[in-house]
């Protein structure tokens, strides 16, 4: 996703649009939340990427072998933790 290049490069209309590929990826709620609302201007407290997959089993399941965990603050003042 090349939408944010420079500061004379800025392609709004391609983000927005690049944003729908997370339908399906996320829950319906958070999908939603961030199709139409904006981190960008949020203070991150923290930001935690946990590995599930053991490479020493041979079955996984279904869980995804990545989970993200955030902490922020949204720029309207809400505190948010996504998972």
Do not use: V
Not at 22 to 43: I, M, P, R, V, Y
């Amino acid at each position: 996703m090349k939408c944010f290049i420079s500061d004379d490069h800025w392609d709004i209309l391609g983000y927005r649009e690049n944003k729908k590929n997370l339908k399906g990826k996320l829950s319906e709620e958070t999908f939603q939340f961030f199709l139409n609302d904006s981190f960008h201007d949020a203070h991150i407290y923290s930001i935690n990427l946990i590995n599930h997959f053991d490479p020493d089993k041979e079955e996984q399941g279904e869980m995804h072998p990545t989970t993200l965990k955030a902490h922020l603050k949204h720029w309207d003042g809400h505190e948010y933790k996504l998972t």
